[in-house]
């Protein structure tokens, strides 16, 4: 949890909570394809930093330049700037979910794996 306060109004200041989403739909296929390429998902409720994302992207071979398309977000902070409540984990369950299926689209289109 990340705890602050912010200004509102005539001085007065509120406190706040960001939690980390822990429930998705996706979380046991998630597992099981994780289990499957042999990765290790980060924690349920490890918050989803840039820098998380650049060792997520690495782990599953995957560059920037990949991120840009499949994302369609400029930056890293993109995604987190619009998914705030998103886990490090359910990022790590995209990514996988997407080793599959952009390898299969590219033996249909006689490619090569995507880096």
């Given at each position: ?21 822990t ?35 690495l ?11 499949w ?45």
């Amino acid at each position: 949890m990340i705890r602050g306060s912010s200004e509102v109004g005539l001085g007065s200041a509120i406190s706040y909570t960001v939690i980390v989403r822990t429930d998705y739909a996706d979380m046991g296929d998630w597992e099981s394809l994780a289990r499957r390429h042999h990765i290790r998902l980060p924690q349920h409720n490890t918050p989803l930093t840039t820098g998380r994302m650049e060792r997520l992207l690495l782990l599953t071979g995957k560059s920037i330049g990949w991120y840009r398309d499949w994302s369609g977000f400029r930056s890293l902070k993109g995604f987190i700037e619009a998914n705030p409540e998103w886990s490090a984990r359910a990022f790590a369950g995209l990514l996988i979910e997407n080793l599959d299926s952009y390898d299969i689209v590219e033996l249909l289109h006689g490619g090569c794996r995507s880096q």
